[in-house]
Structures are given as C-alpha cells and as structure tokens.
C-alpha cells in the first residue's frame, strides 16, 4: 500500500514561472491538505481539499496560488509567477474522511527553489 | 495567540536522560491531539496520538490536560536517534483542520 506521493522531490524555477506541485493520497484516503514548510519554521497551513472540493483554503496566499484535487489524478498546487519568496518545502497529507481522530500520512513534499 | 505553541528549544540532552516537551493550546473544543516528529528536511511522521487518558508507548509517554488546556510528550532513556524535532497537532474537528506547533528541537548527545 503506497504511501502519500509527492513529485517532484525538487523542483527549481525561475522569477516569474509556473509551479506545478502533485500529491497523490494514500489509497482510500479522499481527504488531502497542503501545508508550506520555510527553513527553520513550522508547517504553515494552506489549503484542505476532498475529491472536486476545496473545504478551507483559509491559509492560501489570496493571489498567484491555486490548488485542485479533481475526481481522477492527482491533487495539484499550482503557483503562478512565483517569486523568491515562495522558496520552501511543500508537503501533501491524505487522511481517509473528515474525523477528527483520523490521522493526517504526509508526503515526502516538493522542496520548491525559485531562482 | 497563536492555536498551538510550543517551546522551540532546543533540548541538548545526554543518552538515557528523561526528557519532557509541554505544548499548549488555544481552542478548548479542541478535538484531538498528536505528537509527531520530524526529521531535518524530511515530512512528519505520526509519533503517537494523546488521549484522555494518557497513553505509553514503549520509552514515549503523552498526556493531555484539557482542563489547562496542553499536552505533553515525555521520552524516557533518550537514545541519539530521538533527535528529531517534535511537533505538536491539535484537530479542532471545526472543518477538520489540523493546527501545528512550531516544534520542539531535541538534541540527544553521545
């Protein structure tokens, strides 16, 4: 049974290009977040997704990013014209439904370096 | 205030010392809670949940103070593979969003 995929691992781009970031959940799991990692800083909520649904997309920058998780394929966090500042590690986590005891399996994350 | 703080440290430790990290939190509806840890670099992985209770697993012990509003991971006979940095995760069920803490750094040293 897989775990939570992320891909890429690293990803590098310049000011002013597209990132794409994917995350595939854990088999079974409907329910996906992504959260934003700086150096030396927590794990900073962006945005909880099920299947064709944003729930909370409370911690979203309000400009430049975006993120689906459609019906079929993968959950996508896609941030547009970014700049050097969007530099930090990206993490994906899949839970099985919206109980509060369920417990949240992440990814490896896309480590994201913006040139 | 923020949801979930915790004391960042770090924590510089000997092998076998008994180490104890405290979390606090703001939301008292809060619905459940965990402790995971996290690797330099690497995602979080799941250490254990916090009941009521209190619950052990093997050398991790967690409690949970609702009334004062924290809980709390103690490691006994501290090994240098402890060293990780420790996050608390409190779920306030409200949309099912999980709030971390900042983390706590352990240093076990030889």
């Known amino acids: 049974n897989a775990g939570v995929m992320q891909n890429p691992r690293h990803l590098v781009r310049r000011r002013g290009q597209e990132a794409r970031l994917r995350c595939s959940p854990m088999?079974?799991?409907?329910?996906v977040y992504w959260y934003r990692q700086l150096p030396e800083e927590g794990l900073k909520f962006m945005v909880y997704?099920?299947?064709?649904?944003?729930?909370?997309e409370s911690g979203m920058p309000k400009e430049r990013f975006s993120a689906e998780f459609p019906k079929e394929g993968p959950s996508i966090l896609r941030i547009q014209q970014v700049v050097r500042g969007d530099s930090a590690a990206y993490f994906c986590?899949?839970?099985?439904?919206?109980?509060?005891?369920?417990?949240?399996?992440f990814g490896s994350g896309t480590q994201l370096s913006v040139l | 205030r923020k949801e979930v703080e915790q004391d960042p440290g770090p924590f510089n430790v000997p092998e076998g010392a008994t180490v104890a990290f405290n979390c606090t939190y703001s939301?008292?509806?809060?619905?459940?809670f965990f402790w995971y840890r996290q690797d330099c670099r690497k995602e979080p992985k799941l250490l254990m949940s916090?009941?009521?209770s209190g619950n052990e697993d093997g050398r991790f012990t967690a409690q949970l103070n609702r009334a004062s509003q924290y809980i709390s991971l103690l490691i006994r006979d501290s090994k240098l593979s402890d060293s990780a940095t420790y996050l608390c995760?409190?779920?306030?069920?409200?949309?099912?969003?999980?709030?971390f803490g900042s983390g706590t750094k352990l240093n076990v040293k030889p």
């Open positions: 088999k079974g799991h409907s329910h």
């Open positions: 995760v409190v779920n306030w069920g409200h949309f099912n969003k999980f709030y």
């Open positions: 916090v009941y009521s």
């Open positions: 939301n008292s509806a809060s619905q459940s």
């Open positions: 986590a899949s839970s099985p439904s919206d109980s509060a005891n369920e417990k949240l399996f």
């Open positions: 997704l099920q299947k064709e649904n944003i729930i909370d």
